[in-house]
């Protein structure tokens, strides 16, 4: 009967009892580590192995544990995926994760043996491309470059450069952290530029290429809605938005650029409220004497700073006569003619907007007051503040 390898059964008896007998002795011996590739193929070497030697013998794990995974005298039961090649290393195919550990491989002399201790790691290399992007320090002072390349095992090596040269050397550098499969650099913003370009370069063990990926910073841009009304008394938002801007920017609204330092903060009759790039200021109870002007949009980021206008008009209020239901419109006179009576400004009015003014209802009233902003200015440059009364009603 012969055993797998053509070992008949009394030579493998033999065998497995002197193994047995050999006294285990203090074996010398050196360190190496490997990477292979899941589904790939490695070969561990048994290195300075001797002429002289009369076995050479392969263990997985413990190097003391038995049977041995292969032996150049004795064919033990393999996995097919493991083999000898030239009597002394040993080949593993379609390698799987669960082949990562320790491996030794033992030469048998006749006075003493010789080690060589393996230690093989099977890697994933990640499948996509690096990612980055940019942030803004916790302190708003700093921009901080990130770059990721998640899913490999062991984790890859990553580098920031710019213009060829690799950050971790600059002299800008703030500080350098490496976290699982993301690399950050913190970068002091006296240097930066605007639409300058840091590239991030990956490597892995088992990877040839060097992936890369890119991001370029930006000073913020800004724009607004169009200049904004307010009745005295209502409500009225402002919005300013950020169109470009590399890390994202913090935006702050001003009162005007006499107290620039001075932030409007949220509380009171000011709402402010982000979302994304946009922010919205609104204004309570508008007040004529305190809150009409221009407002300064504020956006920044450590590249830079921009600032953008965004005015408001407050116009004096619309009351309703709370026993007839009349409207009575307030508007601002723009010269000196205040002195005209009801009669001259009735007089100047056409035959619909003096209704709106006696009988109408609140969109009369706003009707009449869009006419006097707009196609008809002369009536607005001559209308002073309007008592409407009974009488004049009658007649």
């Given amino acids: 009967m012969q055993l797998l390898g053509g070992v008949p059964p009394a030579r493998l008896f033999l065998a497995l009892c002197v193994w047995r007998l050999v006294p285990r002795r203090e074996a010398a011996g050196t360190d190496e580590v490997v990477f292979g590739q899941v589904g790939g193929s490695i070969l561990l070497l048994c290195r300075n192995v001797s002429k002289e030697a009369t076995e050479v013998v392969w263990f997985q794990g413990d190097p003391h544990s038995f049977p041995p995974l292969f032996s150049s005298r004795v064919s033990f039961p393999p996995d097919v995926r493991f083999s000898l090649v030239d009597n002394s290393s040993l080949s593993i195919t379609e390698l799987r994760v669960q082949d990562e550990g320790n491996y030794t491989c033992r030469e048998v002399l006749n006075k003493t043996d010789h080690e060589h201790r393996v230690q093989l790691l099977v890697a994933n290399p990640p499948q996509a491309t690096p990612k980055c992007w940019a942030e803004t320090s916790s302190s708003g002072l700093m921009l901080q470059l990130f770059c990721s390349w998640p899913g490999g095992y062991p984790h890859p090596t990553l580098h920031w450069r710019e213009e ?150 407050v116009k004096r209020a619309a009351f309703r006569n709370a026993d007839s239901g009349d409207v009575l419109v307030l508007v601002d006179s723009e010269d000196d003619e205040e002195g005209k009576g009801s009669e001259e400004a009735l007089s100047s009015c056409t035959e619909p907007e003096a209704m709106a003014l006696v009988s109408g209802s609140r969109a009369q009233a706003a009707h009449l007051n869009h006419l006097m902003e707009g196609d008809n200015d002369e009536l607005h440059g001559r209308v002073s503040p309007l008592e409407v009364t009974e009488e004049t009603r009658g007649s």
């Fill in 164 to 313: 060829g040269q690799d950050l971790e050397n600059s002299s800008w550098v703030i500080s350098s952290t490496s976290s699982s499969d993301t690399h950050v650099e913190t970068l002091n913003s006296s240097h930066l530029a605007h639409r300058k370009v840091f590239k991030c370069v990956g490597s892995h063990v088992v990877k040839q290429e060097q992936p890369a990926c890119t991001v370029e910073i930006k000073l913020p841009s800004l724009e607004s809605d169009p200049p904004q009304t307010c009745f005295a008394g209502d409500n009225v938002t402002l919005t300013c938005r950020v169109t470009e801007g590399t890390p994202a920017a913090r935006l702050s609204w001003l009162r005007d650029i006499t107290q620039p330092e001075v932030e409007i903060q949220p509380g009171g009759r000011f709402l402010i409220a982000q979302e994304g790039n946009v922010s919205r200021l609104t204004i309570q109870n508008c007040s004529q004497g305190t809150d009409g002007g221009c407002y300064v949009c504020k956006a920044q980021n450590p590249v830079g700073l921009r600032e953008l206008f965004v005015c408001l008009t």
